[in-house]
């Protein structure tokens, strides 16, 4: 489930209005902080361009959104993220969690037929004391399973 584009691997889980994802956006040349950083480092912007480096998640509950970035996080963490939660939705044998470490947990449980609903456990790295939690409604699983089939072949 993709409600936004963000140029690079994207991994969304929700609704428009209530979701987690997991992107590590593609650099900009038009970009006016990319533009800068090519300026300083002098060379073109273009140079710039293309996949980033720097993993991010994005929260939106009830339309309002959040974020953070995941410096040091490689694509192999959140392609065992995505496995999991494969392997989970696969199975479909009833509730399930998905550890994605420190800063993101999912728990799943059947939301009717063929369908899964979502609670994303969210702690941001630079404020432990504030977790949030997502309560995403009913997604289907075929669905979902095409979308982490997607966004494991970006990352290969």
Known sequence: MSPLATGGP???IGTDTDYVA???P???PADPGVRRAAEQAGVAPEEFAGPGDTWAVLVERDGEGDGFELPGVRDAEPAGLAQRLRAGLADAAGPFTVDGGA???L???PAGPGEYAFTAHVTPPDDAGTPLTVETGPLPVAALLDDLDAFLGSLT
């Open 26 to 28: 593609e650099l900009d």
């Open 22 to 24: 997991l992107v590590r």
């Open 103 to 105: 800063v993101l947990r």
């Open 10 to 12: 994207a991994l969304f």
């Open 107 to 109: 728990d799943a449980r």
